[in-house]
């Protein structure tokens, strides 16, 4: 019985030596060990064995059973190492790898104009208005003292929709929205940016749809110098560099006076050059002292408060910040155009 156990335990922990997954590990455990298993089958035939060799073959037998638990254990831990090792050299990831790109998009060349303006103006306690694109007449013209004669009222100069509305023209509609709103109260400080419509035919530098942003100012007192103070303040900042501005007399039926303000050109400084068709200047918007009957008609006394207003197209702003030659590109959607301006 002796031989048998020795000759078991031999063959027993060869087996469990030369196993490779922990589920043959687990069959050898139930063929040597389990209640069925070699060892507990051997030692059934305690019986036949002489009293005196009993507790002999007894704790040979334990020793085994405990030999055999050690070993199925160490090879156990053994293969559990190997398996966690086969899994992390499986999942290791390369980190250094370049990751897949995924495209983003930017901001649009003349929103981010437009951004720039509403940020230098906020800077400059103004509030950000908004009105319809789809606009009374009265609203786009009458409000603003424009005649039943004036040209831009001209069914082929503005889109209308019935003889009483049309697409808005200007932004100088919100001026008197914003003034009805504040119902008489001072200061209105405000400017308006958004989308306005001509039946302009297209080129270089038209479209029939493009972008304006209006100001507008009302207060007591307020006079023409804080127009050109404000005004050149807002161009230095813009274009980031120092300029010279100028006014040159205008005429828009709801400003009295009227001017437009050149800068000096952001290209060649003033010298002349093609930007500026060798004159130095160039003009950026329109601007004026509010007309007395808009003021009224939007119920300020025009005895008591006094406002300036303005008028700018940032389409054409961003051809001369940017360089750009042509205001189409704007409104076509080549991403070609548009990703050059992924760090704006
Ligand atoms: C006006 O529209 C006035 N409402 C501006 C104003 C407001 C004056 C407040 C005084 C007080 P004007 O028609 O000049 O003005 O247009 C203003 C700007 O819009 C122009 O300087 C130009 O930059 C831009 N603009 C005009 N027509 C077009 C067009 N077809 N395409 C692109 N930009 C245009």
New binding site residues.
């Given amino acids: 019985m002796k031989d048998r156990l020795q000759a078991l335990k031999e063959e027993a922990a060869s087996s469990i030596e030369s196993v490779s997954t922990l589920e043959q590990l687990k069959d050898l455990r139930v063929r040597y060990l389990g209640k069925k298993g070699e060892l507990t089958a051997i030692l059934r035939g305690m019986k036949d064995v002489s009293p005196e060799e009993r507790p002999v073959i007894g704790s040979l037998a334990n020793e085994i059973r405990s030999f055999l638990e050690q070993e199925i254990a160490a090879k156990e831990d053994q293969l559990e190492r190997e398996a966690l090792e086969d899994r992390l050299r499986e999942e290791k990831l390369d980190v250094t790898l370049p990751g897949k790109p995924y495209p983003v998009g930017s901001i649009h060349p003349l929103n981010a104009v437009i951004e720039q303006v509403e940020d230098i103006f906020i800077g400059m306690g103004f509030e950000v208005a908004e009105g319809p694109e789809v606009e009374t007449d009265s609203y786009n013209f009458e409000a603003l003292n424009i005649p039943k004669d004036h040209p831009a009222r001209d069914m082929q100069d503005s889109f209308y929709i019935t003889p009483e509305i049309l697409l808005r023209?200007?932004?100088?509609p919100v001026?008197v929205r914003s003034m009805e709103a504040k119902e008489g109260r001072v200061p209105v400080k405000i400017i308006c940016p958004g989308k306005?419509y001509?039946r302009?035919d297209d080129d270089a530098?038209?479209?029939?749809q493009?972008t304006?942003v209006?100001?507008?100012v009302v207060d007591r007192g307020i006079a023409m110098s804080e127009l050109h103070g404000i005004l050149a303040t807002f161009a230095e900042k813009l274009f980031g560099m120092k300029l010279e501005t100028r006014l040159r007399p205008s005429f828009?039926p709801?400003?009295e006076p009227?001017v437009?303000m050149d800068i000096s050109c952001v290209q060649c400084g003033g010298d002349g050059c093609r930007m500026c068709k060798n004159s130095g200047w160039i003009?950026?918007?329109?601007?004026?002292m509010v007309h007395p009957r808009v003021l009224e008609g939007a119920g300020y006394d025009s005895e008591r408060y006094t406002g300036f207003?303005?008028?700018?197209?940032p389409?054409?702003?961003a051809l001369l910040k940017y360089g750009i030659d042509d205001?189409r590109h704007f409104y076509t959607n080549d991403l070609r155009f548009l990703r050059q301006f992924q760090s704006v």
């Fill in positions: 023209t200007h932004t100088s001026q306005v001509r302009d530098t038209h479209s029939h493009f304006q209006e100001g507008l828009f709801f400003t009227s437009e003009e950026i918007l329109g601007a004026g207003a303005f008028g700018m197209g389409d054409r702003i205001i």
